[in-house]
């Protein structure tokens, strides 16, 4: 009798830890990080894990921008590993895990490894997508790379810059400038790369020069990229990692920082006046449509207006701006300043862009 109900233990035993094994991989797949950790750890209290419940779980820590918490978890699914696509699923997330970590000799080596192995078509793809943008491709081989405060700068061709040291030493000062506002702890330095050659770029990433990667505080960026733009992507991302980004209020922020001379409200007055000109049934723009449709506008259009209305929001109160970095939905903005002083913020600047 006894070892019957032995056998009963272990089979609802089995099934509770496939099960939750199955609950998690549904977790991941739809972007359920959170419970996926749950579950993992839950699992991990009740039995010794196995290599899907160790990458499973080292997966969502890395996806949380939790890395340090990823990496022993990792290195155990590594261990469990017995075929050559499941060392490769481990060192692909070892290798994002320790660069986000700025240990990028670390991660350099798993991505040595990685390049011997055969992985499953998505750990390819994401394997050559990052090593895209960390620098590990081929195409950088020749770039010239110079370490500095807060940065390690990338250059294809430093002849291009003209003043390498005046260059260098603006992106410090936006850097400083920049986060004497935020006060953010970056994890590691910005990898900053400057292309020449934005054809190329645009043919390697399938998209256009520049743009920012702030979860591995890395920057593409064109020679004529404005001073401070990316860096202000990454280090308003940082200033608290589990932030809620919206486009407008994101591109906004990084207009608003670009340490340009421009005045940003008359920049986006001239695109009213514009669309005016090659359009007579034009008659205004609405921030709200713009913060809650986001992706509907062009950045040419949507890039100075923005600038213009995140930096009306910087000078009406900086400690709400700042709650509005870590969650830049609209409903997030409802709670922050009031609905009623939302609308009225809203309504103000909408009458002043619009006005004749």
Request: hydrophobic share 40%; glycine share 6%.
């Amino acid at each position: 009798m006894k070892n019957i109900f032995l056998v009963l233990f272990l089979i609802l035993f089995y099934n509770l830890s496939f099960s939750q094994k199955y609950e998690m991989s549904t977790a991941f797949e739809n972007n359920g990080y959170q419970k996926v950790v749950a579950l993992g750890e839950q699992i991990l209290e009740n039995e010794s894990g196995d290599y899907k419940v160790f990458l499973l779980l080292g997966k969502a820590y890395n996806a949380l921008n939790q890395f340090e918490k990823a990496l022993p978890l990792l290195r155990k699914a590594n261990e469990y590993a017995e075929i050559e696509w499941q060392y490769a699923a481990a060192y692909v997330e070892i290798m994002e895990a320790y660069y986000a970590l700025g240990l990028k000799d670390k991660a350099k080596r798993y991505y040595n490894k990685g390049i011997h192995v055969r992985g499953t078509k998505s750990v390819q793809r994401k394997f050559q997508k990052l090593a895209l943008l960390f620098g590990y491709d081929n195409v950088f081989n020749d770039w010239i790379t110079v370490t500095t405060f807060n940065f390690v700068f990338h250059f294809e061709d430093i002849e291009h810059i003209g003043d390498i040291d005046n260059y260098i030493e603006k992106r410090i000062a936006a850097f400083k400038k920049i986060n004497s506002f935020y006060k953010a702890a970056l994890p590691k330095e910005i990898d900053f790369f400057v292309w020449k050659s934005e054809g190329v770029a645009q043919k390697k990433f399938k998209k256009f020069l520049g743009f920012t990667n702030p979860k591995y505080c890395v920057s593409h960026n064109k020679l004529s990229q404005t001073v401070g733009h990316e860096i202000a992507h990454t280090i308003s991302y940082w200033f608290d990692k589990n932030n809620n980004r919206n486009r407008f209020v994101n591109e906004g922020i990084g207009v608003y920082f670009d340490c340009s001379e421009t005045n940003r409200l008359d920049a986006a007055k001239e695109i009213i006046n514009y669309q005016r000109k090659i359009n007579k049934n034009f008659k205004s723009y609405d921030i709200r449509v713009f913060w809650t449709h986001p992706y509907e506008y062009p950045e040419r259009i949507m890039y100075p207006i923005a600038g213009a209305f995140v930096e009306m929001l910087a000078h009406h109160n900086q400690n709400k701006f700042l709650e509005l970095t870590k969650d830049q939905s609209y409903e997030s903005a409802q709670d922050i300043y009031g609905r009623g002083g939302l609308d009225r913020l809203i309504s103000n600047f909408n009458e002043i862009l619009n006005e004749y």
